[in-house]
């Protein structure tokens, strides 16, 4: 459904995207995430038409709409866009902010539509009542309705929870989720919050400085992180020094462990290893000791934070019913299927 070749917008001479190449499939729902400043929003208003590349393409549904030379006007693009400020028309009931885009629809298609957005979303019950009167969860909903009612091809939203309150951010995504695919709708999602790329997102794209650096599963981003700068932005976890010791074994202060290493790691060479809270295990019967300096209650599972002997801090997650005072020691051991490692000269 949307193709971008090798992309680059500047503003002036500061480039502010570079070389992106990016594709999404019809139906499915992407995620741009990375700091603030590196591009997601411009990326989003490339794909709306609203900026034009000095390099590459954008393709939506086989169509080319922008290259260098041509841009097809953002209104004919069939693109939706929901912004972090709702803008739901404040005199409009419910459904006529849901129906407003089918001005040119038959009227028994529109309603049909407004219809079954309102089920879709949850608010049949408040199809006559104005914005002020809804919460703001609600008030997102109606205007992700909106925004899906004409059938967008590409339905792209920026930050559209980070107005709420945490519970409902934790709580939306996950429906919306559930809404977009009931409905079929390919979505395109910016966020800096990874709690929700992960809970929408079929693919997402880290980004940094203008490129994506990688994109992938949440779960590969998040098991194979491809460079430091994706190991430390996505998910938790520490780095430990080691020396390569064969093409599957390095040697750490947490004893040797053992898993694929990528071939630019030589024997000898000095490496980091990344360790997830979920690498390592508590176990009160291994060699290996460490205090817990920190603690963090999650319902099932503690995060510990322990001090190794060098003093290197390792986070580590364990059963709750396992409750351990800060200043503790207890028995930690690695537990890895794979490694990801990093050249220290790199
Ligand atoms: P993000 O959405 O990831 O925070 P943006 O796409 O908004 O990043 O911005 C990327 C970079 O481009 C930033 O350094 C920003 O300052 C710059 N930028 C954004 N819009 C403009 C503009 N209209 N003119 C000049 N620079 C801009």
Known sequence: MLDLKNVSVSYGDYPALIDVSLTLQAGLIGC??????CGKSTLLRTIAGFERPVNGEVWLDGRRVSSVAHCVPPEQRRVGMVFQ??????????????????????????DRRVAELLDLVGLRDLARSFPHALSGGQQQRVAIARAMAPRPKLLMLDEPFSSLDPELREQLPRELRRIFREDGIT?????HDQTEAFAMADQIGVMRDGRIEQS????????????????????????????VLDDRRVETELGILEGWLPEVCRPGMLVDILLRPDDVIHDDDSPFKARIVDRAFRGAHFLYTVALDSGRRVLCLAVSHHDHKLGEDIGIRPELDHLVAFPQSL
């Open 85 to 110: 400020d709702l803008a739901l028309f404040p005199h409009l009931s419910v459904a006529e902010n849901i129906g407003f885009g089918l001005q040119d629809w038959r009227r028994g298609d529109r």
């Open 32 to 37: 741009l995430i990375g700091p603030s400043g």
């Open 187 to 191: 979505a395109l999602l910016v966020t």
């Open 216 to 243: 992938g599963s949440a779960y590969r981003l998040y098991h194979r992180p491809e460079t430091r700068f994706v190991a430390d932005f996505i998910g938790e976890g520490v780095m430990i020094p080691g020396t």
